[in-house]
């Protein structure tokens, strides 16, 4: 039954007059055989073989006039059959066939891995080695030198030279720069605080002593060093001292002083006390120099010959005393209206008096310090290398060992 519409349709063909057979499944008997299951009596077509005509036989009878032998279905024994769902030949090459995974390791690769982790093994251990010797080298104990009152120029450490023989240190402490010249100028005397290097004159040298140099002098007028300018503030508390070693014990000798063109504001060194030579500390307290005016301490009975002694002075400005210190030791000590504040450099191995020069040194001269403070007796007696509190620091200080 339709609803009267006229629907497209695609008639089907007429069958061959000559070929009988149709679509789907034939009709009647068609000789040829047609598509689908084949028809009883018929030789055979595609889809299921008929039953065979002989053992072992697919697909028609062999020896029909129209068909080869063996037909389609299952594949036939032959040659190339290699079983049921073998390949035919050609489908993969022989290198592309699968291959079971091996048990046996990858000794190439494990040998590589093993090299690799030798090689930053090696790496780590010569990073750390070279740490080790670098914190080993730059973590030495350095000498700290001036005192807390200082400006921040007199704070930094002097230059670095590199002329000079120096100690060894043990244990791992680095090696101190004994060089007692400056580098670019020989003739000046190095400062181991700062940079108020002595220029020397004509007849003084510096001299090797086992290991440590002293400044050498020979009394006449051109064998001394002196600075640019005043290093001390003789009006505030101060300290001087040195190691000194007098070859010719008369009359006066000064080692170091500081004062101007008319007057020292003090002198340490030696001079004739009650006819013999004894060690001196003293300062000026008028400016017009007068011998009278002059306030000595003094330490008497003394061995000075080629010997070297500590000579330190100090000046408190809160109690005004003067004292003098021999080899550490307080020897004796006296009050002082001032001292007078003489604008001129310091000097060693020699001082002003008389507006001319005087007390010119015969003998030794070396570590040489100057302080902005005054020395307690325990603090003098710690100068000695490394017992000194290290905020303590000297304004300047030469040929120290």
Do not use: C
């Not at 004062?259 to 030579?277: H, I, M, R």
């Not at 004796?332 to 002003?352: D, F, M």
């Not at 509190?389 to 120290?400: E, H, T, Y």
Request: charge should be negative.
């Amino acid at each position: 039954m339709t609803d009267g519409t006229d629907r497209p349709h695609s008639p089907q063909p007429e069958p061959n007059a000559q070929n009988p057979g149709g679509y789907g499944y034939p009709q009647g008997q068609i000789p040829a055989g047609g598509y689908g299951y084949p028809q009883a009596g018929q030789p055979g077509g595609y889809g299921y073989p008929p039953a065979p005509a002989e053992p072992g036989a697919f697909g028609p009878p062999p020896g029909g006039p129209t068909e080869p032998p063996g037909g389609y279905g299952f594949p036939q024994a032959g040659p190339y059959q290699q079983g049921p769902g073998a390949p035919l030949p050609g489908d993969f090459p022989a290198q592309a066939q699968f291959q079971p995974p091996s048990d046996e390791p990858d000794w190439g690769a494990l040998a590589d891995g093993a090299a690799r982790e030798r090689r930053t093994k090696r790496l780590w251990a010569i990073g750390g080695g070279v740490t080790v010797l670098a914190l080993l080298a730059g973590g030495g104990a350095f000498l700290l030198l001036g005192d807390g009152g200082g400006s921040d120029d007199e704070a930094k450490a002097s230059e670095s030279t590199s002329a000079s023989p120096s100690p060894s240190v043990s244990g791992s402490k680095a090696a101190v720069d004994n060089t007692p010249t400056v580098a670019e100028d020989p003739t000046r005397l190095r400062d181991r605080s700062g940079k108020s290097h002595l220029k020397m004159g004509a007849e003084a040298s510096v001299a090797p002593v086992d290991k440590r140099f002293e400044f050498r002098t020979t009394g006449t007028a051109n064998s001394y060093a002196e600075s640019e300018k005043a290093l001390v503030d003789v009006s505030k508390s101060f300290t001087v001292t040195a190691r000194v070693s007098n070859s010719a014990p008369k009359g006066r000798q000064i080692a170091v002083s500081q004062g101007s063109e008319k007057t020292f504001s003090f002198e340490l060194g030696s001079d004739e006390v009650n006819g013999k030579p004894a060690w001196i500390f003293r300062v000026q307290t008028d400016a017009a120099g007068a011998d009278a005016t002059a306030k000595t301490v003094v330490a008497e009975g003394r061995k000075m010959d080629n010997t070297m002694t500590e000579l330190t002075g100090t000046y408190n400005d809160t109690t005004k005393m003067i004292t003098l210190f021999v080899d550490g030791k307080q020897i004796n000590e006296a009050k002082v209206p001032v001292v007078v504040k003489a604008p001129g450099p310091l000097q060693l191995g020699r001082t002003r008096a008389q507006d001319n020069w005087a007390g010119a040194w015969t003998g030794a001269v070396d570590s040489v310090r100057i302080y902005r403070i005054a020395l307690s007796p325990e603090q003098v007696n710690d100068q000695k290398p490394g017992k000194l509190d290290a905020s303590i620091r000297p304004i300047g200080s030469w040929l120290l060992f």
